[in-house]
């Protein structure tokens, strides 16, 4: 069952956000472990821009997190940063996820490029995602399923989320923690993800969204019930959040 969250605006979606990510930490850090994190990023930040200079309102996970991590209260050493999905390109590419994260949010915490666990750019997709199980299993027991702390998720206007896209056969991969992919309908087209098993194994999930952008892809997954990637994240022993504002959940009434 999700948990939905509406909040009046953007600012209330960032703070409710930060309020999740703060517990999920020092929880886990209280019992002492160190904070796995998954991140997305949903759409970069030139893309948002060019919405706003047609009126369309919203905001970025990266956003959210740059103006409202600052403000929490937490070790940051125990932080580790994984990533939900990445694109198999060079770190200084706008379409790195790493490298969306190192140039908005790095300089914002007190946080250093050693807490996050990246890809090897320089590998194909299959090799990536092998490395990436393997550099995985240095914080998750190898014989079971990983169990990250926190994912925040993004989503598309076509309701995927990581890199898990309607009708593609990943939906369906139940072995593997980490998947290769070089068909992703949206460029670039070679990009790894994690799987609905790793997913769904997480003590929490949340997706983060504000702007009348996101109102339909809200109402069509969270009313409408339709079969998309994001509705299929359901943490099988965990929770789930969906943190809105208003204008995302005006399809909800």
């Known amino acids: 069952m999700a948990n939905t969250l509406i909040e009046l605006d953007i600012a209330g979606v960032i703070a409710r956000l930060s309020s999740i990510i703060e517990k999920s930490a020092n929880d886990a850090i209280k019992s002492g472990d160190v904070f796995k994190i998954g991140l997305s990023v949903e759409y970069f930040l030139l893309f948002q821009l060019k919405l706003q200079l047609f009126g369309v309102t919203g905001g970025s996970l990266i956003q959210f997190l740059a103006?409202?991590?600052?403000?929490?209260?937490?070790?940051?050493?125990?932080?580790?940063?994984?990533?939900?999905?990445?694109?198999?390109?060079?770190?200084?590419?706008?379409?790195?996820?790493?490298?969306?994260?190192?140039?908005?949010?790095?300089?914002?915490?007190?946080?250093?490029?050693?807490?996050?666990?990246?890809?090897?750019?320089?590998?194909?997709?299959?090799?990536?995602?092998?490395?990436?199980?393997?550099?995985?299993?240095?914080?998750?027991?190898?014989?079971?399923?990983?169990?990250?702390?926190?994912?925040?998720?993004?989503?598309?206007?076509?309701?995927?989320?990581?890199?898990?896209?309607?009708?593609?056969?990943?939906?369906?991969?139940?072995?593997?923690?980490?998947?290769?992919?070089?068909?992703?309908?949206?460029?670039p087209s070679s990009r790894i993800t994690l799987t609905f098993s790793v997913i769904n194994n997480a003590k929490a999930c949340v997706f983060a969204a504000a702007g009348s952008n996101k109102a339909d892809i809200v109402k069509r997954i969270l009313k409408l019930k339709e079969n998309l990637p994001a509705g299929r994240v359901q943490p099988s022993n965990g929770s789930l959040y969906w943190i809105l504002d208003k204008e995302a959940a005006s399809g909800l009434e």
């Not at 980490?178 to 992703?184: A, F, H, K, L, R």
Request: with cysteine; charged share 25%.
């Open 67 to 187: 103006e409202g991590l600052p403000t929490i209260t937490t070790d940051w050493t125990k932080w580790r940063f994984f990533f939900c999905d990445e694109r198999i390109v060079p770190f200084d590419s706008n379409d790195s996820t790493y490298g969306q994260y190192k140039l908005h949010l790095m300089d914002k915490l007190p946080i250093t490029p050693e807490q996050f666990v990246t890809i090897n750019p320089e590998f194909c997709a299959v090799e990536a995602a092998n490395d990436y199980i393997k550099k995985m299993s240095v914080y998750f027991p190898p014989d079971s399923l990983p169990r990250f702390d926190l994912l925040l998720l993004g989503m598309g206007p076509d309701g995927h989320t990581c890199s898990l896209f309607p009708g593609h056969r990943l939906l369906e991969e139940t072995n593997r923690w980490v998947c290769p992919i070089n068909d992703s309908p949206k460029p």
